[in-house]
């Protein structure tokens, strides 16, 4: 039976995560934050002191690791992780893990594998190019850099952390330059995505637009 899937990607702080969640919780679908598997896989590699040099190791810690996506999460061999995967170091090591082809083949099969059994809202950088290429609906969010690095800040700063917002935005243009560049599947918009730019909407109203997009879809509206 063919499974209804939904692709949104974009670059860093886009707003993709939060989306695709409350886009998943309001359809009943799975979600599968893409991001939280490569950050999963730095999680542990630091944890089991195995160098970025290492891809070899890195792909096979890939082909092992066994993901349990939930919408408030993931677990990881069975270990719950949220905040964990969010820190600056485990950030830093899973945007270069992901430019590795070998651990890209090992999660993007593990992707893959998910949405064919299951309804899914999956969020990255190159699903609807990618990962799920014959996806229902395809969506690409972005917005300002100054938006997003403030998106971010604020984040931050509800956690306690001091930040400079003028570094943020320095570190994510940087991001994007490296996932544009990168040179395995890189950050692009798919020629049949949608466009939303959600520098001056708000995530409601983001949400909205995508769902209508999948009843216009379901209905047959097209």
């Not at 990607?9 to 934050?33: I, M």
């Not at 604020?154 to 243009?173: D, F, M």
Request: proline fraction near 2%.
């Amino acid at each position: 039976m063919s499974r209804f899937q939904i692709a949104i990607d974009g670059p860093a702080g886009a707003g993709k995560s939060t989306v695709a969640r409350l886009v998943a919780k309001q359809l009943g679908l799975t979600y599968v934050d893409t991001g939280a598997m490569y950050r999963g896989i730095a999680w542990r590699a630091l944890k089991e002191n195995i160098s970025i040099s290492h891809e070899d190791a890195l792909s096979a810690l890939a082909k092992e690791t066994q993901f349990q996506l939930e919408n408030e999460g993931i677990r990881i061999n069975g270990q719950w992780l949220n905040e964990e995967l969010r820190t600056p170091q485990v950030s830093q090591l899973a945007s270069a893990i992901a430019k590795m082809a070998k651990v890209r083949q090992a999660l993007v099969s593990k992707q893959q594998e998910i949405a064919r059994y299951q309804n899914v809202v999956m969020d990255g950088r190159d699903i609807g190019t990618h990962v799920l290429p014959h996806a229902n609906i395809k969506v690409f969010l972005t917005a300002s850099i100054e938006k997003r690095a403030h998106r971010r800040f604020l984040e931050l700063q509800a956690k306690g952390l001091s930040v400079n917002e003028k570094t943020l935005q320095e570190e994510i243009r940087k991001r994007d330059e490296n996932d544009r560049k990168r040179k395995h599947s890189p950050l692009r918009k798919a020629e049949d995505a949608i466009l939303i730019d959600t520098t001056e909407q708000s995530i409601p109203e983001v949400v909205e637009k995508i769902l209508e997009l999948c009843r216009t879809k379901v209905g047959g509206g097209e």
